[in-house]
């Protein structure tokens, strides 16, 4: 995406923006970091023009997330809005999707799916109580926190009837396999009624790793839905079959409501409270040490420091206040940061009011993070996946930990302003390391009786693959599926004439900083991984193990790569730990596993695009949209020593990108 100076300038003043973590059918989320607090943050990013008419879906999302403030639902920092952009500033979730976790585990065990399911419920009864809806409810929109604790995202199809939750709605809206069945019907619907749906089918897939209702055909879906009959496997508990039921009942009014939820049976075993659902982050709330804090920051008084928050803006204000109170939730100082390169150009962070406060000194998380030149990396940080420019103390920190690395400074003075100021440290610091559209009509004899159009299979996309023949062989030619040859360790862009300046800016750049290249791994939580084979049901066992990873406990690897590892980089393929993303295969050529998924996916009509032993992988429904998008990397694992393949998906259906991904890698033979 294009990055355009004016449009990003307000951004970046407050804001340091890492790699891509993630898109959906609306946005880029990007990894951040508040300049002010030394905060991550994630960064959702809308083009208002390829918005169109889903805008209102933004504002209504945004609207809600404003009122919204409880512990399992992600918190909104910020919003800028420019000429052509939407930034939504948002709490970092740094464990990925629940979707994720479950698919990487296989199942999860009831007690741990009870753990996460009262995290759920907590949300979704304090949502409801103020009056929302969500309307999309499943596993790819609850990520998990640092903390391994569940917030709910994605409020773009939320509901807030003006009579109150108890009016009926009447959108088709959300994803069909967790949609109830009075909204596949067409019919007027409750809101909070069908979000309990939505639950059952989400504890579902929690207890079981796959969908009560699936279907690749969205009109035997549907029909599977309005029958609302399923199979229990035969792990489940009487318990675990008892609520589920209950949960997914066809008649609405016979369905568990949440506030049944927060003291049943099921979600109290083991536990001798209900569900605390209150918030413990009410809206409002002023906290005295962080508004003394911003105060000394502003030079102002407190009262009207307290003043200015009050007002709630979602601006730097705001953030800044959120930010500092999420690191006194978490035992951290309350202390604000300076960036060096904003003192130097007299701008300061907190742009409106805030003043900047001399000689600020920083006893965690020096600010660590190089730079570059907003020119030079307007579309670097797609596009240097691999390289992360920062400076030795990185190292140590504990976050951001990042894959690529790659930083907005204002213009490129103050970006070799900062880079001297920085290697001036450096060499100071020596020997530290460093309601929406109603609904869309199907065709097909059920029209009547379906309301949701069909869903977007990889089968759908077939169409318009555009598979590459000609298989590539040798990784270190980075090159996508016309051959046109790329640099691995340099930004992509096609070889724009335009970028080549840049590009030299960002070379001699890093020769200015003396920086090293770091090889990050994704930061994830320590998980235990299980992997049983689940046996009997079978329906979605398409590959099944594949999904399954060996080695308990992941935490973030860095990996240093001095010049001699350099030319590693571009000559091999990365070394990193077992992660739960990462299948292993029995193979220890990494060149020939990377062959044997080549040629593999032409046939699943898969387009990619080869950047050493990474594969940019796309498939494209009707009208040339990309349906789903996707990383698939080879790998060196260091215990046991052999060739692992690195999933990613970035985009598209998560269901269908299991099954697609499941049966790359098993038909790959690896
Ligand atoms: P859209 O509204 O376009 O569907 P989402 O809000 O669902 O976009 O975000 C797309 C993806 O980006 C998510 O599925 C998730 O992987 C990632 N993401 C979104 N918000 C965060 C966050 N706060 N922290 C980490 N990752 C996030």
């Known amino acids: 995406m294009p990055v355009e100076r004016t449009e990003h300038h307000e951004l970046f003043k407050y804001y340091e923006v890492y790699e891509t973590i993630g898109s959906g059918g609306f946005a880029k989320v990007k990894l951040g970091r508040h300049i002010l607090t030394g905060e991550n943050v994630a960064i959702k990013i809308m083009n208002k023009k390829d918005l169109g008419d889903d805008l209102p879906r933004v504002k209504v999302e945004i609207e809600a997330m404003k009122n919204l403030s409880h512990q399992h639902i992600c918190r909104l920092y910020q919003v800028i809005e420019t000429s052509t952009q939407i930034f939504m500033v948002l709490e970092y979730c740094p464990g990925g999707e629940l979707f994720d976790y479950i698919i990487a585990k296989d199942r999860l065990s009831e007690e741990e799916t009870r753990v996460f399911f009262r995290q759920i419920v907590s949300a979704m009864a304090y949502v409801h109580s103020q009056g929302y809806a969500h309307r999309d409810l499943k596993p790819e929109n609850l990520l998990i926190d640092e903390d391994h604790n569940l917030k709910l995202i994605d409020f773009g199809l939320c509901a807030k009837p003006k009579g109150g939750l108890g009016f009926e709605l009447k959108t088709c809206c959300g994803s069909p396999a967790y949609a109830a069945p009075e909204l596949i019907q067409g019919k007027a619907y409750i809101g909070s009624e069908a979000d309990v749906w939505s639950m059952g089918v989400l504890l579902f897939a929690l207890l079981c790793g796959y969908l009560p209702f699936d279907d690749d055909n969205c009109m035997v879906l549907y029909r599977k839905i309005t029958r609302g009959t399923y199979e229990n496997p035969r792990w489940l508990s009487p318990g675990s079959v008892l609520l589920l039921n209950q949960m997914m009942q066809m008649d609405p009014k016979r369905r568990l409501s949440v506030r049944h939820l927060l003291d049943h049976p099921w979600v109290m075993k083991d536990y001798n409270s209900p569900v605390a659902w209150h918030s413990r982050q009410p809206l409002g709330h002023i906290d005295e040490d962080c508004i003394t804090e911003m105060a000394v920051n502003m030079k102002r008084s407190r009262a009207s420091t307290t003043a200015l928050v009050k007002e709630w803006r979602y601006d730097q204000t705001t953030a800044t206040y959120l930010l500092l109170l999420s690191k006194k939730q978490r035992g951290k100082p309350v202390r604000l940061r300076l960036e060096p390169a904003v003192c130097e150009d007299s701008c300061s962070p907190l742009h409106q009011g805030l003043q900047t406060r001399e000689a600020l000194h920083f006893s965690e998380d020096e600010d660590a993070v190089i730079v570059g030149s907003l020119e030079f990396c307007s579309d670097y940080i797609d596009d240097c996946p691999w390289v992360s420019v920062a400076n030795n103390k990185d190292m140590r920190l504990a976050s951001p930990s990042v894959e690529k690395k790659c930083v907005y400074s204002l213009t490129p003075e103050r970006g070799r302003t900062t880079a001297q100021h920085r290697q001036e440290r450096r060499d100071r610091d020596q020997g530290q390391t460093s309601e929406n559209k109603e609904n869309i009509a199907v065709q097909e004899k059920d029209v009547e009786i379906f ?45 724009s004439a335009s970028k080549e300046p840049n590009k030299k800016r960002a070379a001699e750049f890093k020769e200015l900083a003396n920086v090293e290249i770091l090889a990050f791994s994704p930061e994830r939580r320590s998980r235990s991984l299980d992997m049983a084979v689940t046996g009997d049901s079978g329906k979605k066992k398409r590959g099944g193990k594949v999904f399954g990873s060996l080695e308990r406990g992941l935490d973030k690897m860095i990996t240093m790569l001095t010049p001699g590892k350099k030319r590693a980089l571009r000559d091999g393929p990365r070394k990193i730990k077992v992660q739960y993303n990462v299948t292993l295969t029995s193979q220890t050529n990494p060149d020939q596993v990377l062959n044997q998924i080549l040629s593999i996916l032409p046939e699943k009509n898969v387009d990619f695009t080869q950047k050493g032993y990474t594969l940019k992988c796309r498939t494209w429904g009707d009208f040339g949209k990309v349906t789903m998008a996707f990383e698939l990397e080879v790998c060196l694992l260091q215990r046991p020593e052999v060739v692992g393949i690195r999933r990613q998906r970035l985009k598209g259906d998560a269901w269908v990108y299991k099954h697609l991904v499941e049966d790359i890698l098993s038909t790959s033979s690896i």
Request: hydrophobic share 25%; no cysteine.
């Open 451 to 495: 309301a949701l159009p069909p869903p977007r299979t990889p089968a759908s996309s077939k169409k318009n693959a555009r598979a590459n023949k000609k298989v590539l062989t040798t990784p270190n030619q980075n090159a996508n599926v016309n051959g046109a040859k790329t640099n691995p360790v340099t930004p992509k862009g096609g070889g």
